[in-house]
């Protein structure tokens, strides 16, 4: 089936600096993608729809200057955490739906960061 | 009121017990309803569709009530592989995803 690629897995990175995560679509093409965010035992909370070629939509709460999101390509969304602070420290998972041909969201391996 | 409700849970079941979880969404346009799984720390991972129909998959069966903006599924013979959290999941206009708070179920031996 569709396969979405997110890297990295896990990172660990020091207070204040940035974070750049990627998400992309292997074999079909995403034009909206979204990002969501999971604190432990909560459920997912969708963070923004990120739409090629296009600025992001953000949900209520979630600050676009410090999560930006660039969807440059129909196969490629990233999430920057900018001056990241403990506070971030999440699982962060994308998903895609082909827009052509399918209603199911295809999801990411996630994101495990941790700021320390 | 959240656009997507579930069961509250934790369900802890014996191994064979038979368990149901139920969600109910605000938006009456929503167009496509599954059940997603979520192992811990992994991502979530789809279990199967919702149709008005109702559909079976084996010891699943999910079914749709459009009128009540209702949602369940079913889980017969519980098995100790089937502990994790089940997501109710909905997809509205313009490609957006709901999720559900999600249920987490413990199937014990």
Redesign the interface.
């Known amino acids: 089936g569709a396969v979405v690629s997110q890297h990295p897995s896990r990172v660990i990175c020091k207070s204040g600096t940035s974070v750049k995560i990627e998400c992309r679509s292997l074999d079909f093409q995403a034009?909206?993608m979204?990002w969501?965010r999971q604190f432990p035992k909560?459920?997912?909370m969708?963070m923004a729809?990120s739409n090629e070629g296009s600025k992001a939509t953000y949900e209520q709460g979630v600050e676009k200057d410090k999560f930006l999101i660039n969807h440059a390509s129909l196969t490629l969304s990233t999430l920057t955490v900018t001056s990241a602070h403990p506070e971030d420290s999440s699982?962060y998972?994308c998903?895609a739906?082909n827009?052509f041909s399918s209603?199911?969201?295809f999801?990411?391996?996630?994101t495990?960061l941790t700021v320390v | 009121r959240k656009e997507v409700e579930q069961d509250p849970g934790p369900f802890n079941v014996p191994e064979g017990a038979t368990v149901a979880f139920n969600c109910t969404y605000s938006n009456s346009a929503s167009q496509s309803f599954f059940w997603y799984r979520q192992d811990c720390r992994k991502e979530p991972k789809l279990l199967m569709s919702v149709y008005s129909s109702g559909n079976e998959d084996g010891r699943f069966t999910a079914q749709l009530n459009r009128a009540s903006q209702y949602i369940s599924l079913l889980i017969r013979d519980s098995k100790l592989s089937d502990s994790a959290t089940y997501l109710c999941v909905v997809h509205t206009g313009g490609f957006k995803t709901i999720f559900g708070a999600g249920t987490r179920l413990f199937v014990k031996a």
């Open positions: 034009t909206t979204f969501y909560q459920s997912l969708l729809t699982f998972i998903s739906r827009a209603t199911e969201a999801f990411g391996q996630g495990r």
